[in-house]
C-alpha cells in the first residue's frame, strides 16, 4: 500500500504571515494538529506543529496583561516558529517506509510532495488507523498470538491448519520476538470454535502466547 492511498488529500494550509494565535484557531476548527505553510506561489516553504504554536506563546505565569499578551501574540506570525527544513515524501512511497521515517525523525507527520507541489499529508493518525485495519481491530473473532519458528514454511503451516478447520483469517501479523530463532504470530480467526483452533496450533507445536475473544 502507498501513501497516496492514505494520505489527506486536501490539507489545510497557512502561509506564512499568520499570526499564530489564527493558525490555533484554524487547528482547532479542522481538529488537525500540524499545518504546511505555503507561499504565495503555493510552494511549501514550511510546517507548523500544534506544538509550536502553544511553546511560542506566553506562560500564565506571565506578568502581562490579557490585553498585552493578545496584542503580543497577534504580532506573532507562523514564520517565526515554524519548521522550514521540511522531510517531504513522494505519494508513491510505501506506507511502512512512511512510517519508519516519521518514528525515526520522531515526527507526527509529512507533507506529500509530487513535482515540488503539496498534493497530501500523511499523519500518525493515518497510520494508526492502518494498524487497527491490519491486525483486524475492528473486527470480532478469536485473537491468538503464537510463537512460531523462524524458518521457512511455518506460516505456511500455520494458515494451512487453519483453512482446513474451514477457519476464516481476519488478520495475520508477524513480530519480532526476543529471540532471533523465533518469530511472535497475531492471527485473528472466525467461524471455528476456539477448541478446535488450539488444538490445531498445538499440533502444528507452536507455543500459544495469548488467546482472547475480541
Known sequence: ??????????????????PITEALRVMRQHHVRRLPVLDAEGQLVGIVSEKDLLYASPSPATSLSIYEMHYLLSRLKVSEVMTTAVITIPPDTPLEEAA?????????????????????????????????????????????????????GEMARLTTAIARLGGDIL????????????????????????EALLAAMRDLGLEILDVREI
Open 171 to 194: 488478520a495475520l501479523g508477524t513480530f519480532l520476538g526476543d529471540d532471533p530463532t523465533t518469530a511472535v504470530v497475531t492471527v485473528k480467526v472466525a467461524d471455528v470454535p476456539a
Open 100 to 152: 519508519r521515517i516519521m518514528a525515526d525523525h520522531k515526527i507526527g507527520g509529512l507533507p506529500v510532495l509530487e513535482e515540488g507541489r503539496l498534493v497530501g499529508i500523511i499523519t500518525e493518525t493515518d497510520v494508526f488507523e492502518l494498524l487497527l485495519e491490519l491486525l483486524g481491530a475492528r473486527l470480532k473473532g478469536l485473537r491468538l498470538t503464537l510463537e512460531i519458528p523462524e524458518r521457512k
Open 1 to 18: 500500500m502507498l501513501v497516496r492511498e492514505r494520505m489527506s488529500t486536501q490539507p489545510v494550509t497557512i502561509v506564512a504571515d499568520t
